[in-house]
């Protein structure tokens, strides 16, 4: 398995990351998408999300693709004021 982060708008844009999202897809790559929240990363108030490759899924996961929508997991940086920090709860 291989994670890859990229900002949220990867996973909706046309053109010729439509057609590489779709190849990917196709081929039953993607274990799963996590939707990160917003102000996770310096660079960009965007939010993120990371995507889960897989190319050996187990045979019960074939076929399946599962989304985890975590964008509401977190709480304010406690010093940076511009920034959130992932939370997971247990």
């Known amino acids: 398995m291989r994670g890859l982060v990229v900002d949220n708008g990867c996973l909706f844009r046309g053109g010729a ?3 590489v999202r779709s190849k990917i897809v196709e081929k039953d790559w993607v274990e799963s998408f996590i939707l990160l929240p917003e ?3 310096y660079n960009t108030g965007a939010p993120g999300a990371i995507i889960i490759f ?4 187990p045979p019960e ?3 399946k693709t599962l989304f985890i929508n975590a964008s509401n997991e977190y709480i304010p ?3 940076i004021r511009r920034l959130n920090c992932f939370q997971i709860r247990t």
Request: glycine share 6%.
């Open 17 to 19: 990351e439509k057609q």
């Open 39 to 41: 102000k996770l990363f």
């Open 54 to 57: 897989n190319k050996n899924k």
């Open 61 to 63: 996961r074939r076929g």
């Open 77 to 79: 940086h406690p010093s």
